[in-house]
Structures are given as structure tokens and as C-alpha cells.
């Protein structure tokens, strides 16, 4: 009998199969030395903890310098001229480390979509070939019910 479909075995289908590593662990393993280290500091300083930190630290600085004894303020009100140039040193140093950390995280976004494309492509490969052997399967059912009605 021939088939309507001439699905791939499933030796067929491991042979074009990769093996999958994990998208992080890859992506871990491809970054240099500066990479990593932009990453650890893209992680700590756009972290919650490091937020609350400068805000305890900013609270801390300006009440100091307006509640304090006038003898012992260092950065004087309302201008907190110290103060405001730490603060911009700070975003002048931060800012490009967390914009490198987002460049490297939208590497392993695009690497980690790539690689769901591609399971995504061999499953549909997969069902392709099980309904491709329902479909045969339908068939033999089908020729021996006729033969069985024939007798």
C-alpha cells in the first residue's frame, strides 16, 4: 500500500536536531571580563537596595547640612552645591555602565529569542511528522475496516 504522507522517522528527526544549551549559560561564557563586571554593576545599581541606598544617603546629606549645628555643615542650604556635583559625578558614571549592561542584555534577549525560533521551528517539524503518522495510521484504519466489510 502506498501513503498519502511520507513522514521522517524519528531517527530522521534526531539526526537534524542541535542540542540546546542554555541561552544564559551561553551568553554567560561569551562575555569578556569589562562585560561582566558592567553586568554585576548594571544588576547592583539599578537594583532596589542601591536606590533606597542614595535616597537614605541624599536624606541623610540634606538634613544634616540644614538641621546641624552651623559650625559643623559642610555643604551649606539651599544650594548644596557639593552635594549636586557628587550627585551629577555619580550619574556621569552610572549612566553609561547601565546603558553597556542594557546593550548586554539585549544581546541575550535577541539570543534567547533566536534560540525559542528555532525549538519553536523543530516542534513544529515534530507535529508535522505525528499528524503526517495519524494521517497514515487513518489510512490503515481505514483499508482494513474495508476489508473487514468486505467479508
Request: aromatic residues 12%; charged residues 25%.
Amino acid at each position: 500500500m502506498e501513503y498519502k504522507h511520507n513522514p521522517p522517522s524519528l531517527g530522521e528527526l534526531r539526526h537534524y536536531w542541535k542540542t540546546w544549551r542554555d541561552a544564559a549559560t551561553h551568553h554567560q561564557e561569551d562575555l569578556s571580563t569589562s562585560e561582566r563586571f558592567a553586568v554585576v554593576m548594571h544588576k547592583s545599581i539599578g537594583s532596589l537596595t542601591f536606590f533606597f541606598l542614595l535616597f537614605v544617603w541624599t536624606i541623610a546629606w540634606l538634613g544634616w547640612n540644614i538641621f546641624a549645628p552651623v559650625e559643623l555643615r559642610f555643604d551649606p542650604a539651599p544650594a548644596f552645591v557639593i552635594w549636586l556635583f557628587a550627585s551629577n559625578i555619580m550619574q556621569l558614571i552610572f549612566l553609561p555602565i547601565i546603558m553597556v549592561g542594557q546593550n548586554i542584555q539585549g544581546r541575550a534577549a535577541e539570543r534567547r529569542a533566536q534560540l525559542d525560533f528555532e525549538i519553536n521551528k523543530k516542534a513544529e517539524q515534530e507535529v508535522e511528522a505525528i499528524i503526517a503518522h495519524l494521517e497514515n495510521q487513518n489510512e490503515l484504519l481505514l483499508e482494513i475496516m474495508r476489508k473487514i466489510d468486505r467479508r
